[in-house]
């Protein structure tokens, strides 16, 4: 199909691009922007006056946890403007084979909402002990090697992952907590004092990103940071990155907008993991996703159905539903330090897609972008319009954000009218 977006106000924080012009697509890429051939008679025209035309989002932790619910989770990304994310491995079962990935990406490309990149369990089953076939995992798909939430307990293990990993070119994506310290349900401090809450220290943080750091330093391996949490955690990437090292950082939309301090009564809501820290934490992220130190805001979507956030806070699933909120967030964040819109995108365009490098083979030239010639993954949206976040337009299974209209009373920023992954409407608000 030949599609023609016009009227629109092209963003694309790659090139610099922010001006009033159509877009022309045909064959799944990118013909013209701007100027389009008078040859190109489009079968479909989408009036995009008044709205931003950017690159589809890039969203680098996006859980789709059980088979059933992939239709719905990627349903969820192309509403909230998503059409690259990165899976995390601890789906049911864990993605710690070849034919496992190779299936999940066989069932995402016939739904055709959302390109899929899944990364490969580090070891089997993630129990931290033995490491998986990971060159056979990299053929079969994936773009990287986690532990997802299972922190590995034997240094050695982690270290032969990392000269393995360094060896083949691979990535290790790693989220910074101790295995001891960090089995709290809420960050240190005075609020979870007060709530009677088990605690998880700065320090869960900032020893495991000191691990991290030395075994890169012997091994060479590149590393993504994944949701730090902490002031003291963005100052360790700070000055890691000015030694030279090969690491890359990301935040989360609960992180950046959330404290210790909207826990409140117990609001199971506000369950997380990483858990809230306090203002001086979050005013901290939300710089170093300013100034560069954090190189991409995440969804860090993880649906949570039905009683399991009913239960007394420590008892409750951690998680919160976020592919439908993560370009609202972003929006408020770029707001909030008056950053342009093309600095704010960049956060979840262009700059995941720089994390992510050579793992996304011939897409990696175009993705994230708005080229000509390039993968025609698009964006629409009304910058103005304000929408409030209830449990019957979220497209995800998991009803659960911490950003509920009915607990904050606010509505977000910017509403998401049309998304195109490769060409193809995957979503249209009508």
């Known amino acids: 199909m030949k599609i023609l977006i016009q009227n629109g106000r092209v963003v694309d924080p790659a090139s610099g691009r922010d001006e009033i012009a159509d877009v022309a697509i045909a ?112 053929a079969a798909g994936c773009v990287g090697f986690s532990q997802a939430e299972a922190a590995i307990k034997d240094t050695l293990v982690l270290q032969r992952a990392m000269m393995y990993a360094s060896s083949h070119n691979l990535s290790l994506w790693l989220r910074p907590v101790d295995p001891w310290l960090g089995k709290g349900v809420a960050a240190s401090g005075a609020v979870a004092t007060r709530l009677g809450l088990s605690g998880v220290p700065v320090a869960s943080e900032t020893i495991s990103l000191h691990t991290i750091f030395e075994l890169m330093r012997a091994t060479g391996v590149r590393v993504h940071l994944c949701r730090l949490s902490s002031a003291a955690g963005v100052e360790l990437v700070r000055q890691a990155k000015a030694e030279g090292l090969p690491v890359t950082a990301d935040v989360s939309i609960n992180s950046l907008h959330l404290t210790d301090v909207d826990i409140g009564y117990f609001n199971s809501a506000m369950r997380l ?33 039905g009683d399991a956030k009913t239960l007394p806070f420590g008892e409750a699933e951690p998680g919160a539903t976020g592919l439908e909120l993560l370009l609202s967030l972003a929006l408020k964040w770029g707001r909030d330090h008056e950053l342009s819109l093309a600095q704010t995108l960049a956060r979840v365009t262009s700059d995941p897609v720089r994390v992510l490098g050579d793992a996304l083979g011939s897409l990696a030239s175009s993705a994230g972008r708005l080229v ?59």
């Open 273 to 305: 993991t990483p858990p809230l820290r306090q203002g001086r934490d979050r005013d901290a992220l939300r710089a170093g996703l300013a100034d560069g130190t954090i190189d991409a805001l995440v969804s860090d979507h993880t649906p949570v159905e």
């Open 27 to 138: 064959a799944g890429r990118i013909v013209a922007i701007g100027a389009v051939p008078t040859d190109f008679h489009p079968s479909r025209t989408l009036d995009a006056r008044g709205c931003v035309v950017a690159p589809g989002l890039v969203d680098l932790a996006a859980r789709l946890r059980e088979r059933g619910m992939l239709e719905s989770e990627l349903n969820a990304a192309a509403a909230g403007g998503v059409t690259s994310l990165v899976c995390p491995p601890d789906t049911d079962p864990a993605l710690d084979e070849p034919g496992l990935v190779e299936m999940l990406k066989f069932r995402a490309r016939k739904l055709s909402l959302c390109r899929l990149f899944p990364l490969g369990a580090l070891t089997r089953g993630l129990k931290g002990e033995a490491l998986t076939e990971m060159a056979e995992l990299t």
């Open 372 to 430: 000509e010639g390039g993968v025609a993954d698009v964006c629409v949206f009304d910058p103005d319009e304000t929408w409030p976040v209830t449990p019957d337009v979220l497209h995800s299974q998991g009803k659960h954000t911490p950003f509920a209209f009915a607990d904050t009373g606010m509505a977000l920023p910017g509403r998401v009218r049309a998304t195109l992954v490769a060409g193809t409407v995957a979503h249209e608000l009508r």
